[in-house]
Structure formats: structure tokens, C-alpha cells
């Protein structure tokens, strides 16, 4: 069953010096050691591997022992960080599935689920607990040879995905195998295997059980790591898209800009966030909660963005710093669409400006904002600020519109619906 692959397409010059070092370290303590998972497909489909990995035979215990800057970290699932120089290398010991021998019914939950993954095994035994064949194949720098034990190499030079054994048990034993076979397919522009991809939709309905922190990571890495864009045409191919956003599915155009304007930032080495992304996912959603809200008596704690987002947090948890971000880009909107000059000058000089009026963009493109407004806004920037403001209308509240703004939550709703134009609360008086 295993193959010893001498020919392969590796470069030789990819593979980090450090993780060789380590491998190094290890083999002379008396441990077998390989390079594994992600970086070995990578550098086989001629990537550049973003971190790399170590599989051995020897324990966190005994990792510890030969280097002398390591960090024990994961509780579901123990590796240990060995930091060589700037590189941490993720050193992780051989193991075995827990279904493979009989003692696994207390490391499964009542519906199939993995709940602890910690029996070491032997190295074949390691190859058959991953998840997908191309990301079983260990690779040994010091003799340039590629072991395969679940026939990888012919999945990569077929760019096929494909679960190892039986792809329903495998998805129902860990879920989240569903969104990493969406996120490597759009990554690395693989075809699902069939009987992969038949197992997603009945299997899908599991990735309700996982717990909302884990899922947010998984966000991460589907939308923020440069094909956010494939990734969701994808999960809206399988209908994966109403199972993480179980808000109604709508306003899609607004997802899609926004995650390509993101794999575009990624492109060009800007900082990209997820609170941008959860801002134009959940935007659909909040444009609906301020039109109810609107119509019946406002309350202060009745702010829809706060419902909104709470909403979601029950199937992804949204770190709170990401939470204020979309308040701030949302509430924005009617700032930027008011245009007088106390109005203009204090959303130059908000701290979260670039990305409301990113956003704003986005909004223009979908049809949801005037392009004139957005015309204006790039013209603002280029524009001298000072003489802008002087040309522009004062925009000094009236004392009631103050007292309003102060305490109401939905002041936003009406300011936004001159911003839309008008359609959504045709109550509300244009500004200015
Ligand atoms: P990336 O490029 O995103 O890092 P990766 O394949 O390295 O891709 P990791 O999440 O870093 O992904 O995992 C490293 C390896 O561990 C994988 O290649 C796979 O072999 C194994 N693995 C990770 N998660 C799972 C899982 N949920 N089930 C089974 N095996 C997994
Ligand atoms: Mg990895």
C-alpha cells in the first residue's frame, strides 16, 4: 500500500531551512520525523507553502526534551510550536484515527462527532486519520522521497479532492471537514471527487453542532486568505451559504463585491478584516431590521445592528472588536450620505472612515447607493478639506433632530433612507 515516490515536482529550494532543521533535530534524538500535510501538496502543486509542518514518532513530552523554545498548544488536539529563529514550526506527533481499534466510543459523541483526538499511533496509521489524500503525504527533505499511503500523488496529478474511506463517516466525524474541502478546492482550484461531493449534502446539516469560536477560524481562512470570492460560489453551489448566514439569503451581490475587493487587497499585501465582510453579509439583514424597527416605537435597546449581530453569533461568534467594526461602517452610511459640512467633517474624521466609504463603493455597485454619492465622496478625498467644508451647507441640528440623534437608535434609518434615495421608508424627508 505504500509508495516510495523518488520522481516528483518538488523544489527542493521552497522547503524552509528551519523545518529541515528541526526534522534534523529530531531524527537525531531517535525520532522518525517528516514534513506533512498542507505545505507537502502545496509544494507538489507548485505553491509556496504559507507555514510548514512536522509529523513524528516522538511525543509532545518528548519534543520538548530535544528543543529548548517549544510551546504546548490545542486541547482537542495537542501540538507542540518549536521556534526556530522567526518561524514557528508546528510539530505534531503520529496518530491514529479514534475509530481505528475498539476502545474509541468515549473519544466520539453520541452522533458521530471526534470530541478528543490524542492516541498516538505509527505513521500509516497518521496518514488514514487525515482528512482529504492529497493532504496525507509525508515528505523527507534529507532523501527528497515522498511517502504515500492513501494514493495522494495520483489525486494531485488529477488536482482531484478526495475524503480518505468513507467520505459520510468521515464528514460526520468532523463536520468541519465540509468547509475545509469547499476552502481547498477554491485555494487550489481542485475538483471534488464525486463521492466527496455527494456526501456534503447529507452531512451539512452536522455543521450546526459546531461550536460557534470554531467556526468563525474556519471563516477566516474561507474568506480571508485570498479566494474568498471562489469560495463562496462554491458554498452557495452546495447550499452551504444559509447554514453559516442563517439570516434570509439575500443580498449576495453585496457579499460577492465584498469579498472580491478582499482577495483584490490580499493581492496587493493591504490589510484586509473580517468586520468588512461580516458588514456586507449581514447588511441585507439590517436594512430589513431598520425598516421594522422604524415603523414601530423605538426603543434605545432595540438597536438593529446589535440584534443583527447577535443573531449571528449563535452560528458564528464574532470577536467583539469585529462586532464594533460593522456598527461603525453601518451607522456611517447615513453620515456619509448627509453631506453637510459638521456631517462631512466628522466622518473624515472617524477612525473606521476608509472602510464605510469602501463600503459605500460596494453599495454604489449594487445599486443599494447613489453612484453620484460615491463620486462625491471620492472627490472629497482628493479635494482640499477646508474649502470643501466652507462650500458645503452648515448642517447644525435643529434641537429636536438633536435630542433625537442623541437617544434613538433608529435615528439611522431615516438618515440612511435619504441615502438610499428614498424607497425603503418613504416617511422620512430627503436631507438636506
Ligand atoms: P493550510 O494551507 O490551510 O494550512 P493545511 O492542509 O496545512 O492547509 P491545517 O489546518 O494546517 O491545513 O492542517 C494540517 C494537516 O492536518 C492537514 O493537511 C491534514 O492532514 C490534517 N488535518 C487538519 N484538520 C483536519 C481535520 N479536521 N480532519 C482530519 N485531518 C485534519
Ligand atoms: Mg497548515
Redesign the pocket.
Known amino acids: 500500500m505504500l509508495q516510495r515516490i523518488t520522481e516528483h515536482d518538488i523544489d527542493r529550494t521552497r522547503v524552509s531551512e528551519k523545518a529541515v532543521d528541526v526534522i534534523d533535530k529530531l531524527r537525531r534524538a531517535g525520532f522518525d520525523a517528516y514534513l506533512?500535510?498542507?505545505?507537502v501538496?502545496?509544494l507538489l502543486l507548485g505553491k509556496v507553502?504559507?507555514?510548514f509542518?512536522v509529523a513524528t514518532a516522538a511525543t509532545p513530552e518528548d519534543v520538548r526534551k530535544v528543543f529548548p523554545r517549544v510551546r504546548l498548544v490545542g486541547r482537542r488536539?495537542r501540538i507542540v510550536h518549536v521556534r526556530v529563529g522567526r518561524e514557528i514550526i508546528?510539530v505534531?506527533t503520529f496518530r491514529r484515527a479514534v475509530t481505528d481499534g475498539d476502545d474509541h466510543m468515549p473519544h466520539l459523541s453520541d452522533d458521530g462527532m471526534?470530541i478528543r483526538d490524542n492516541l498516538y499511533g505509527t505513521i500509516d496509521q497518521d496518514a488514514f486519520?487525515?482528512?482529504?489524500t492529497?493532504?496525507?503525504l509525508y515528505y523527507d527533505p534529507s532523501t527528497d522521497v515522498v511517502l504515500d499511503y492513501c494514493e495522494g500523488m495520483k489525486d494531485i496529478a488529477a488536482r482531484t479532492l478526495r475524503l480518505i474511506g468513507e467520505p459520510e463517516t468521515?464528514f460526520q466525524?468532523?463536520p468541519?471537514?465540509i468547509l475545509?474541502a469547499i476552502?481547498?478546492a477554491a485555494?487550489l482550484d481542485l475538483e471534488l471527487h464525486p463521492d466527496t461531493e455527494a456526501a456534503i449534502a447529507p452531512m451539512c446539516e452536522m455543521l450546526n453542532a459546531i461550536p460557534p469560536a470554531r467556526l468563525f477560524d474556519e471563516f477566516t481562512?474561507l474568506f480571508l486568505?485570498g479566494h474568498g470570492e471562489r469560495a463562496f460560489e462554491l458554498l452557495s453551489e452546495h447550499d452551504l451559504v444559509e447554514i453559516l448566514f442563517p439570516l434570509p439569503p439575500h443580498g449576495e451581490a453585496t457579499a460577492k463585491l465584498a469579498l472580491a475587493s478582499t482577495d483584490q487587497r490580499l493581492k496587493e499585501n493591504k490589510p484586509v478584516t473580517p468586520g468588512f465582510l461580516i458588514a456586507a453579509f449581514l447588511w441585507q439583514e439590517y436594512l430589513d431590521r431598520l425598516e421594522l424597527t422604524a415603523t414601530a416605537a423605538p426603543r434605545r435597546e432595540d438597536d438593529p445592528a446589535s440584534t443583527v449581530i447577535a443573531a449571528q453569533q449563535s452560528t458564528i461568534a464574532i470577536p467583539r472588536r469585529h462586532g464594533w467594526f460593522v456598527r461603525d461602517v453601518w451607522h456611517l452610511q447615513p453620515l456619509l450620505a448627509r453631506r453637510t459640512a459638521r456631517d462631512v467633517a466628522r466622518a473624515l474624521a472617524h477612525r473606521r472612515f476608509r472602510a464605510a466609504y469602501d463600503f459605500l463603493m460596494i453599495r454604489c455597485a449594487t445599486g443599494d447607493a447613489p453612484q453620484e454619492l460615491g463620486d462625491w465622496w471620492t472627490n472629497a478625498q482628493t479635494e482640499n478639506t477646508e474649502a470643501l467644508l466652507r462650500e458645503l451647507p452648515s448642517g447644525r441640528p435643529r434641537r429636536r433632530r438633536r435630542r433625537r440623534g442623541r437617544n434613538r437608535p433608529n435615528r439611522s434609518s431615516a438618515d440612511l433612507n435619504a441615502a438610499n434615495g428614498g424607497p425603503r421608508l418613504p416617511r422620512e424627508v430627503a436631507q438636506p
Do not use: H, Y
Open positions: 506533512v500535510g498542507g505545505c501538496r502545496d507553502p504559507k507555514d509542518d488536539f508546528e505534531s471526534i486519520r487525515r482528512d482529504f492529497v493532504n496525507a468521515r466525524e468532523d468541519v471537514r475545509r476552502r481547498f485555494k481562512k486568505t
